[in-house]
């Protein structure tokens, strides 16, 4: 009985969580799309501009478009290239999902923030209820991660082992394998796909999983490479395990 309505406790739990980083991501796109449609585009007018005049252009002029430009590109737009990228949202849905998650989560790269007054009244709410909502659902991944080391931790016990001796076993298994599953192997994943060094990925997946997210490195961002389709989701469901892994580790 006491099973059961756990169950469903945690399947409610995961439902309301992600839907709730579903519903954010789809209001977060909603409010700082078309913002951003307007920022690439001006940009593009102000590089067009340059193009014609940057002969004949005075200092001042001069010092003035090295400042938008600088502005443009702290706020996520790079003039370079054609038209096409006016086109590519930052906040399209798999972005804007991801962003949702580094929200929640506190990890907060930087790179992608809302500008609109709408996109940062609603961040500011949408963190002040996904918080708590993402600690509990961490907490919930996290017991049912030690259920596991408990069910390891008998097995060993069935096997005539001491029980100090299990403690530090399965707290040297749960190391072990959360470092190969967590950061080992994600940063092969991310050398290969970002093109990164092995060192790059393993700095990028300890500093995101801590939750420092300085923002110098970023997944799927990189231009002229290409990213498969569901890579961004992936990689927020490794964010989430990984996080869940973290907080147990801290816990055992």
Not at 93 to 119: C, E, H, N, Q
Not at 137 to 148: A, C, E, I, T
Not at 207 to 212: G, H, Q
Not at 232 to 237: D, S
Request: glycine letters at 10%; a positive charge; aromatic letters at 16%.
């Amino acid at each position: 009985e006491a099973m059961c309505s756990g169950k469903l406790q945690t399947g409610l739990l995961v439902a309301g969580y992600f839907i709730y980083l579903l519903v954010g991501a789809a209001v977060f796109q909603a409010l700082e799309r078309a913002a951003e449609k307007q920022e690439k585009m001006a940009a593009a007018q102000m590089k067009e501009a340059f193009l014609q005049n940057f002969t004949h252009l005075t200092v001042a002029e001069m010092e003035q478009f090295m400042k938008n430009l600088t502005e443009a590109i702290q706020n996520g737009v790079y003039p370079v290239g054609n038209e096409s990228q006016i086109e590519d949202s930052n906040w399209d849905f798999s972005d804007s999902f991801f962003f949702a998650g580094t929200v929640v989560s506190t990890i907060g790269y930087g790179t992608l923030r809302p500008k609109t007054a709408g996109g940062q009244i609603f961040c500011v709410f949408f963190a002040l209820f996904g918080i708590p909502l993402n600690i509990v659902f961490l907490h919930r991944v996290g017991k049912m991660l030690s259920l596991l080391c408990k069910k390891l931790g008998k097995f060993l016990y069935e096997k005539g082992m001491r029980k100090k001796r299990i403690k530090s076993l399965t707290l040297l298994f749960f190391l072990v394998t959360g470092i190969l599953v967590f950061l080992c192997l994600p940063s092969l994943f991310f050398q290969m796909t970002e093109g990164w060094s092995y060192s790059e990925g393993i700095y990028f997946a300890f500093i995101t999983l801590s939750t420092i997210g300085f923002g110098d490195y970023v997944i799927g961002k990189q231009p002229g490479r290409n990213y498969f389709s569901y890579y961004r989701m992936l990689v927020a469901i490794w964010i989430l395990f990984g996080l869940a892994w973290i907080a147990l580790l801290f816990n055992l």
